[in-house]
Each structure stands twice: as structure tokens, then as C-alpha cells.
């Protein structure tokens, strides 16, 4: 079959329409599956995203509180001898290193979520606009 002929067909044809449809979340697999039953948009995205910032200031100002009070009493108990300073400092480290790993990941998870919304939002404009099917069949007439 030509590309002219496909061409034609795919676009007279509503059965290739249907073929051509993105379902996600369908049970079973095959294209006339039933419809997706999850959906998100935007506005959820946005607002996990506003949670995971939220959640990084809390996190930023709360969990570094207590380091340089930890750091002097791991010193001065290491000082004098006792071997829950090196323990104490080993704890805080850990503490430490951990919550830099869920602050980063909070970032990362807002940062993306924000430039996905903003990305769909692009990318809906630019299909609406120069690939809608009348702008397609411009060019073959």
C-alpha cells in the first residue's frame, strides 16, 4: 500500500483513530480495553510538588537544629574520655547525611513535578496550535 493511500485511510478512518489512542492504566491490554479509571492533572501535580517544598523548609530549619549543641557535647564527652562522644558524633553524622538525602530529594521532587506541569502545558499549546489535523491537511491539498 502506498504512503498516499495509508494516509488516506488513516485519516477517513475512525477504527485508526481509535488504534491510535493512548490508553494508560486499561485493564487487560488490548486497544478496546476500558477506559482509565486514574487521572491526574496539573492542579495535582502542582500541589504535590507545593507539598515536597513545604515539607523541604520544614526540613531545613528543623532538622539542623540541634548540630552544633550535638557537636560540642560528642567534643567534650570525646574529651574527657567517654566513648559515647565518638558514638553521639557518629549518630549525628548519620542524622545528618540523611536528612541532606531527603532534602535533596524534596527538591528534586518539586523542581521536577513544577516543570512537568509547565512542559504539558507547552507541549498541549503547541499540538492545539500547529498540529491539529486542519494545519496536517493543509499541506496535502
Same mark, same amino acid.
Given at each position: 500500500?502506498?504512503?498516499? =493511500?495509508?494516509?488516506?485511510?488513516?485519516?477517513? %478512518?475512525?477504527? @485508526?483513530?481509535?488504534?491510535? #489512542?493512548?490508553? /494508560?492504566?486499561? =485493564?487487560?491490554?488490548?486497544?478496546? !480495553?476500558?477506559?482509565?479509571?486514574?487521572?491526574?492533572? %496539573?492542579?495535582?501535580?502542582?500541589?504535590?510538588? *507545593?507539598?515536597?517544598?513545604?515539607?523541604?523548609?520544614?526540613?531545613?530549619?528543623?532538622?539542623?537544629? @540541634? !548540630?552544633? =549543641? +550535638?557537636? +560540642?557535647? %560528642?567534643?567534650?564527652?570525646?574529651?574527657?574520655?567517654? &566513648? +559515647?562522644?565518638?558514638?553521639?558524633? #557518629? =549518630?549525628?553524622?548519620?542524622?545528618?547525611?540523611? @536528612?541532606?538525602?531527603? /532534602? %535533596?530529594?524534596?527538591?528534586?521532587?518539586? *523542581?521536577?513535578?513544577?516543570? #512537568?506541569?509547565?512542559?504539558? &502545558? *507547552?507541549?498541549?499549546? #503547541?499540538? &492545539?496550535? *500547529?498540529?491539529?489535523?486542519?494545519?496536517?491537511?493543509?499541506?496535502? &491539498?
Amino acid at each position: 500500500m502506498s504512503f498516499d =493511500a495509508m494516509w488516506g485511510q488513516a485519516r477517513s %478512518s475512525a477504527a @485508526a483513530r481509535q488504534r491510535s #489512542t493512548m490508553r /494508560l492504566n486499561q =485493564a487487560g491490554g488490548d486497544a478496546g !480495553g476500558g477506559a482509565s479509571d486514574y487521572t491526574v492533572t %496539573s492542579p495535582d501535580l502542582k500541589a504535590v510538588g *507545593n507539598e515536597a517544598q513545604e515539607l523541604f523548609h520544614h526540613l531545613e530549619t528543623d532538622a539542623f537544629h @540541634a !548540630g552544633a =549543641a +550535638t557537636g +560540642t557535647a %560528642s567534643t567534650q564527652l570525646t574529651d574527657d574520655g567517654f &566513648k +559515647t562522644g565518638s558514638a553521639l558524633f #557518629t =549518630a549525628w553524622d548519620t542524622w545528618r547525611s540523611q @536528612a541532606e538525602a531527603l /532534602l %535533596s530529594a524534596c527538591a528534586h521532587i518539586h *523542581n521536577h513535578l513544577e516543570d #512537568t506541569v509547565w512542559t504539558h &502545558k *507547552n507541549y498541549e499549546e #503547541t499540538l &492545539k496550535t *500547529n498540529l491539529s489535523v486542519e494545519e496536517i491537511d493543509k499541506h496535502f &491539498k
